[in-house]
Each structure stands twice: as C-alpha cells, then as structure tokens.
C-alpha cells in the first residue's frame, strides 16, 4: 500500500539555520511526491514536488530530491526565516485522485 | 492561475441547522476533493469528485452531503452536525484524469472554511 512516514516536530530553529525535515515513503507504481506548506489559519500551498527518481523539487529556498533507492523525499533550506514558520507536509500521489499525507511537522524559527 | 476559493471562510452552526460550504476553481480541473482536518492533523479525505461524479465516499456520515453542480463548483451541504465535526474543511482540485490511465496528479487547496458546531 501507500504511506508516507514524516518526521517528528515540533522543530524549533534560529533563524539563518539549516533546516532538514525527513520524509520516506512506500508506493506501489511511480508515485510523484510532494512538500506542502500550512501557515496558521490557512490551507495547504504547494511548495514543491517531483514526478520521478532523481528529480529535484525548489521553490523560495526550499529544495528536495525524489530519492528512489533510499525512499526518500527530504525537505531542506539553506538559511531559515521566521517568516518559514508553519507546518509542512509530505505527501504522495499514485496512480488515481488519492493523496496520502504524513502527519506534518512544525518548523516555528526564532528571531 | 492556481487560486481554489472557498466560502464562507467561518461559520458557526447549531446542531439543528442545515449550512452549505461552497468551493470554486477556474482552472479547468475535473477532480474536486473535500478534506477535514482537525487541529495538529492532516487532512482526512471525506469525498472526490471526478467529472463531476462522486468516485469516493471515504465513509462519511450522512450529515455531510456533497454535490458538484458543474466542473468548477463543489458545495458540501451541512445538517444535523455534532460538535466534534468542528474543523477546518478544505477544497482541493487536480488535473483529473479520464480513462483507465490515471496518473498522479498535483492537488490545489483552497484556504478552507473554519467550522464550529455549538
């Protein structure tokens, strides 16, 4: 079946540090796997995907690579924001209109 | 163009009243999903619409109706709530696909609609 195993939060950064929120996945197919971002009192943005192995998915810093071997799909940011504040998601998507979430992670960065 | 808008963006319902959530998207999408999530979760998937036919119930009590009027517009009728069904809904859209080759496709959220059941 379908899963999508997320890092554990809450992560709580100073600002202009590295970020790395772990994501591993199993599919059946070829799925394409996404990063979704939710700021307080808002719904979920996009904020990358990729649709195959060894694609790499950026957007506003953010950066992460459909890694087929290991299963993973890492998000990672070189210098953080407090404006980055909210809760990410991984998601993926096979074949079919269903997407399978992991259950988020909190990034809260401090000034 | 990727904006999903969804209305209203609060309510505030009783047990005995009948509310509807409306979503819209212009993007010429032809599979519309309804979503709830609760605080600190993901969303749960209730209902999707592909070509304007329900193709997935996840379930969902009878309290919660959907209808897709046409390709761009999805309502979620509301009656006879309990309070645990306080959440934040949300709307999403996707390419959609027709046929037996469905691939993966890229979900759209709208910003939700924060519900309260008293």
């Known amino acids: 079946g379908n899963s999508v195993t997320q890092m554990e939060g809450p992560v709580t950064l100073s600002e202009e540090a590295f970020l790395t929120i772990n994501c591993t996945y199993t599919a059946t197919g070829y799925p394409s796997l996404f990063w979704y971002v939710q700021y307080p009192g808002e719904g979920l943005q996009l904020l990358l995907k990729a649709t195959k192995a060894d694609d790499k998915g950026s957007n506003k810093g953010f950066e992460a690579t459909y890694r087929k071997e290991t299963t993973s799909f890492h998000l990672e940011k070189g210098s953080v924001q407090v404006s980055d504040s909210a809760v990410y998601f991984c998601a993926l998507s096979s074949t079919g209109n269903q997407f399978y979430f992991g259950t988020g992670t909190s990034l809260t960065v401090i000034p | ?118």
């Open chain 2, 1 to 118: 163009d990727t904006e999903v808008t969804q209305t209203p963006k609060h309510l505030v319902m009783g047990m005995t009243n009948k509310k509807s959530l409306k979503c819209e998207q212009h993007m010429g999408h032809r599979a519309m999903y309804w979503y709830k999530q609760k605080a600190k979760k993901p969303p749960e998937l209730m209902f999707v619409y592909s070509y304007e036919k329900l193709s997935i119930n996840e379930s969902v009590p009878s309290r919660f109706s959907p209808e897709c009027p046409n390709s761009s517009l999805l309502n979620l009728h509301l009656h006879a709530l309990q309070p645990e069904d306080s959440a934040l809904y949300l709307c999403a859209s996707s390419q959609g696909h027709s046929g037996d080759h469905l691939a993966a496709d890229t979900q759209y959220f709208g910003p939700g609609t924060r519900l309260t059941v008293l």
